[in-house]
Nanobody
Framework: QVQLVESGGGLVQPGGSLRLSCAAS??????MGWYRQAPGKERELVAT???????NYADSVKGRFTISRDNGENTVYLQMNSLKPEDTAVYYC????????WGQGTQVTVSS
């Protein structure tokens, strides 16, 4: 059984930065992804990363967010810079593309 635990969310002003972490246990995962869900909206892709460090980003976060991973620690990170109010959401990590495992999510709020 895979368990995913996210951390690192919080309240930040526009233009600020946050770093999210997702620790996976129970099994190694080839492709890990970050998704987010804002109130009243569907869950959407933020970024994915393979075990070989190939990455993919949503257009809305390209140039601002960076996904990375530590295979030894089975942890994936999301460095978020130049945050905007529209980045406000609950951020989740998952195993991509099956997405049958999800963490509990971590709230990111961008507001002045």
């Amino acid at each position: 059984q895979v368990q995913l635990v996210e951390s690192g969310g919080g309240l930040v002003q526009p233009g600020g930065s946050l770093r999210l972490s997702c620790a996976a246990s129970g099994s190694s995962i080839n492709v890990m992804g970050w998704y987010r869900q804002a109130p009243g909206k569907e869950r959407e892709l933020v970024a994915t990363i393979t075990r070989g460090n190939s990455t993919n980003y949503a257009d809305s976060v390209k140039g601002r967010f960076t996904i990375s991973r530590d295979n030894g620690e089975n942890t994936v990170y999301l460095q978020m810079n130049s945050l905007k109010p529209e980045d406000t959401a609950v951020y989740y990590c998952t195993n991509d593309p099956r997405r049958n495992y999800w963490g509990q999510g971590t709230q990111v709020t961008v507001s002045s």
